[in-house]
T-cell receptor, first 113, second 112 residues
């Protein structure tokens, strides 16, 4: 099946802990994106990557880090510096000249214990 | 003016009704426009792109008014399965930028 996968579906973080959210795509898309969604809010862009080994900060990058070592993978680390990490995290791919539309993975819900 | 503004609803309509959602955007340089659908606690899924000439996909019709910076979505003959939140989405800058700005969404409930 072609698509975007995210894991885990639910993640619990303790105070002071870093956690990493996985995002994988087999759509051969160059661009990948991480968004955060809070209740009653629109999606907000955390980081994006237009090509392997390159990524850019979005609107709310503080407290997050990413890597893009492979075209298929774009993991997001939520660091202890992110003071309000509880949210629904969505990964997307696409959104370039050759693939204008962005397609989303099923998301990861992060909860702070 | 917010970047992408939508009426949050909820819109509660009976099955078979016609319902219209509106959206305004602030960036006059935006070139790409979309409607996404998001079911409760799920990821957004593309419903349709919006073209300058307007476009239709079955019961769904999207319109774009660049002069007024206004996008609309019309759903005819509403089904129970249409119940969801509808997100208006606009690209941020001129052609060549593929960062998207999402509205907060309009919630639709179709009632039997």
């Amino acid at each position: 099946d072609g698509g975007i996968t995210q894991s885990p579906k639910y993640l619990f973080r303790k105070e002071g802990q870093n956690v990493t959210l996985s995002c994988e795509q087999n759509l051969n898309h160059d661009a990948m994106y991480w968004y955060r969604q809070d209740p009653g809010q629109g999606l907000r862009l955390i980081y994006y990557s237009q090509i392997v080994n390159d990524f850019q900060k979005g609107d709310i990058a503080e407290g997050y880090s990413v890597s893009r070592e492979k075209k298929e993978s774009f993991p997001l680390t939520v660091t202890s510096a992110q003071k309000n990490p509880t949210a629904f995290y969505l990964c997307a791919s696409g959104g370039t000249a050759n693939q204008e539309t962005q397609y989303f993975g099923p998301g990861t819900r992060l909860l702070v214990l | 003016r917010k970047e992408v503004e939508q009426d949050p609803g909820p819109f509660n309509v009976p099955e078979g009704a016609t319902v219209a959602f509106n959206c305004t955007y602030s960036n006059s340089a935006s070139q790409s426009f979309f409607w996404y659908r998001q079911d409760c606690r799920k990821e957004p899924k593309l419903l349709m792109s919006v073209y300058s000439s307007g476009n239709e996909d079955g019961r769904f019709t999207a319109q774009l008014n660049r002069a007024s910076q206004y996008i609309s979505l019309l759903i005819r003959d509403s089904k129970l399965s249409d119940s969801a939140t509808y997100l208006c989405v606009v690209n941020r800058e001129g052609a060549g930028s593929y960062q998207l700005t999402f509205g907060k969404g309009t919630k639709l409930s179709v009632i039997p």
